[in-house]
């Protein structure tokens, strides 16, 4: 296959060029548009998930815990994000008010908006409509609807948010950040940032300034819990970071600059992409090694497997040289999370020349660097040393960013792309891990065979420190992970996001419970006139959703059911327990050649139609209309406790037939509600309203059960009773 990579730096220009004019028309239409702080837009497509606010950064606290960048996705607290600091200084000033300062500086935080921060617009598109999912009647995506603005099918990535903020510098600041679905490129973000001299210093299209930019910095922290989940393990202090280690790469990207990545590029030859990720490191008070944060309370899973960080794409060199600067960034590194100059009121010019200062690459108070933080600072991977005693910090450690300086005359624009990921241990290897760790720690003076990342086998006690190395080991293959998504990200980056793309996936699920099976049905993916269609895949997890699920079926191409279908029966499930299920489209893996992610099929995302809620093998249907009861009869509104499970204004037709129409008639004939029963089941239940919105009063009621489908008994395939078939009940309803 030959591949056709388009330039990157086209997609880019013309992207941008696409964005800042529409934002310049909705500026220039005399509209004053205005944005809310506290506004979000989330990305929930892919494995790794996170919302982005209106100003510009990201606080994760939500009141409650530390939201955000959660990886996987697929289970509860796996929230990795704490904060990212964002600041902007320049030189020789002078602001809308005439004041001069010879530093001044921006900190893009909440309490600022509507004085140095003016959000103008912050929005989601996405390159197809998401799928409903039906659980039994209830839409289960319907609280996600609101997550997408528009539909442009001619973006290339699944979703792109597009958020603008004006600062009182004058530098305006488009952020555009790009996700993708695909399950090789789903668990990275890549940002672009394009600052631009616009002079616009609030929230109104007036332009307030019109002078050059000079010396322009810019500059992030980065902090991570890694993870909110290996907190409950590591102690309360990792939930905001304190325990956090940071590293880096890239010190020699000058020499590597031009190298091409593929797939089968070895992580020991990543080490030159300009990036820094962090993961959780020892807490000193702990007396085990809390590496990985093994659930020590309860089967040993490693709860805090993840790395987190960034790695730089691109930078220009200047407003007028728009190649990548390999000098760039000015600082990587890490700094103490807590310790920086708070720019308070934004009156005092002092912080204003201290945030400068910090911003060229001086750590504040001595209190970070651009060294290997965490290899300078131990001696093995199972050493004891808690980072909080070296940073100093109460917050904890941030991975550290700065770039420039610039200079921006009016209309100039400087572009920063960098692409965000998490990566580390998946779950089963957590739980095999941990549970193998556990055990040891269980008998501590007993010897055992401990497999290593590489093949090897090391033997040993707990008391010795071979459970700890062997861990360990498998936790800093962390690196290597994290390595290959930031080479994914840069592939990505440099194809012009040529990706290949899965196909789409059903625009509707529906997951329905009944008395013999659960059914399950979709429609067709609208990519299923494609040549390389392969067809679709259905996984179920057992009792609850945050679990291993497993393939149950499959149909199309290189399948046991090579017909396509959209319907199936799943028969085996038991009672009494939850079924969760998810179903992809996928193709042949015709249109993947390897180049930019590993061979095969590919699928479209799990996370677009997963039934998050669960579905039941409910009673099964009667075997005899001569079986049908109305539960509870007569039913009486003040006999609470004899009413079906205490529920008000219900009663249940009980052993009816697997399909039926029940048709409710007053004691004189008249036709108050139709009840469609389809499922399969046993039992359907009526809130006592009728058709036309009304609740019944007391009397005699007459129900009239029709059989809508010949049924067979599951197991002999006896004919039990054929469609036309009927029976009457009568019951009673006191009020």
């Known amino acids: 296959m030959v591949r056709i990579f388009r330039s990157k730096y086209f997609f880019f220009k013309t992207s941008f060029n696409m964005i800042l004019l529409l934002s310049l028309l909705v500026m220039h239409s005399g509209l004053k548009a205005q944005l809310q702080g506290t506004e979000k837009k989330y990305v929930r497509i892919g494995e790794l998930q996170s919302h982005f606010t209106s100003y510009g950064s990201e606080r994760a606290w939500n009141n409650k815990y530390y939201e955000g960048l959660r990886w996987p996705a697929d289970y509860p607290y796996t929230d990795n994000a704490v904060i990212k600091r964002f600041w902007l200084g320049c030189s020789d ?26 959000p103008v617009e912050l929005k989601q598109t996405a390159r197809f409509p998401a799928p409903h999912v039906y659980v039994d009647g209830v839409d289960v995506t319907a609280p996600y609807r609101g997550d997408v603005d528009e539909i442009d099918e001619n973006q290339i990535p699944d979703r792109i948010i597009t958020n603008v903020v004006n600062t009182s510098m004058g530098l305006t600041m488009y952020r555009i950040i790009y996700a993708f679905s695909q399950q090789y490129h789903d668990d990275y973000f890549i940002k672009k940032f394009v600052f631009k001299n616009t002079g616009n210093t609030d929230f109104d299209d007036e332009i307030e300034l019109n002078a050059p930019i000079k010396g322009l910095r810019i500059g992030w922290g980065v902090r991570y819990s890694v993870s909110r989940e290996g907190a409950f393990y590591i102690g309360g202090t990792q939930s905001w970071g304190q325990q956090t280690w940071v590293t880096r790469r890239g010190e020699n990207y000058a020499e590597h600059q031009n190298d091409q990545i593929t797939e089968n590029t070895p992580a020991s030859e990543l080490e030159w992409l300009r990036s820094g990720f962090c993961w959780a490191g020892q807490k000193q008070t702990n007396n085990f090694d809390n590496i990985g944060a093994p659930n020590f309370l309860g089967n040993g899973r490693l709860t805090a497997p ?27 590194g890490w700094h103490a999370g807590d310790t920086y100059p708070s720019l308070g009121d934004m009156i005092d010019d002092t912080p204003m020349k201290k945030l400068y200062t910090m911003l060229s690459g001086n750590p504040y108070k001595g209190l970070g660097g651009t060294n290997r933080f965490f290899e300078d600072n131990t001696s093995s991977i199972t050493d004891r040393v808690d980072p909080s005693t070296i940073h100093n910090d109460g917050g904890g450690t941030n991975l550290w960013v700065n770039y420039g300086p610039f200079d921006l005359n009016p209309g100039d624009s400087i572009v920063i792309i960098e692409a965000e990921g998490v990566n580390g241990l998946n779950r089963e290897m957590c739980e095999k891990i941990g549970a193998k760790w556990k055990e040891a720690r269980s008998y501590p003076n007993k010897s055992f065979e401990f497999e290593m990342p590489d093949g090897s086998t090391i033997t040993g006690t ?20 994290i390595l290959k998504v930031f080479a994914r990200a840069k592939m990505n980056f440099d194809s012009g996001f040529d ?6 996936p059903p625009g509707k699920f529906e997951v329905r419970s009944g008395g013999d099976r659960i059914s399950l049905s979709w429609d067709a993916s609208p990519s299923e006139n494609d040549p390389d269609f392969g067809g679709y895949r259905i996984y179920r997890a057992v009792g609850k959703s945050d679990t291993s699920y497993q393939e149950i079926f499959a149909c199309g191409k290189g399948t046991d059911h090579e017909q396509i279908v959209h319907e199936f029966e799943d028969t085996s499930p038991q009672r009494n327990h939850a079924y969760y299920y998810y179903i992809v ?54 006999a609470k406790e004899l009413n079906f499970t205490l529920e008000p204004n219900k009663i249940v037709f009980m052993n009816i037939p697997a399909f039926c129409t029940i048709k409710i008639y007053t004691e004189r004939g008249d036709l108050i509600q139709t009840l469609e029963h389809d499922n399969g089941s046993g039992d359907e239940s009526w809130n006592l309203v009728t058709s036309t919105r009304q609740t019944v009063v007391s009397g005699i009621y007459i129900a009239y059960i029709e059989v809508t489908k010949d049924y067979y008994d599951p197991e ?18 006191i009020r």
């Open 499 to 504: 990706i290949p793309q899965p196909p789409l």
């Open 462 to 481: 707990y008391n010795e420190g071979a459970a700890d190395l062997f861990k360990n080991s498998w936790v800093y293959t962390g690196w290597d992970s």
């Open 93 to 118: 000033f002078t602001d809308a008010n005439g004041r001069y300062w010879e530093k001044y500086g921006i900190y893009f935080a909440a309490d600022y908006v509507g004085s140095s921060l003016f």
């Open 306 to 332: 993840q790395m987190a960080g960034v790695v730089v794409l691109h930078v220009d060199k200047s407003p007028n040289d728009p190649s990548d600067d390999p000098n760039q960034p000015l600082t990587l």
């Open 716 to 733: 002999t395939g006896k004919l039990l009773y054929k469609k036309g078939d009927s029976t009457i009940e009568k019951f009673v309803i």
């Open 585 to 638: 489209a996928f193709n042949d893996g015709s249109n993947n050649d390897g180049v930019l992610n590993p061979p095969g099929e590919l699928h479209s995302g799990k996370y677009y139609a997963w039934a998050t809620e669960p579905a039941y093998l409910q009673r099964q249907a009667g075997r005899s209309l001569s079986d049908v009861r109305v539960v509870p009869n007569p039913y009486n509104k003040k």
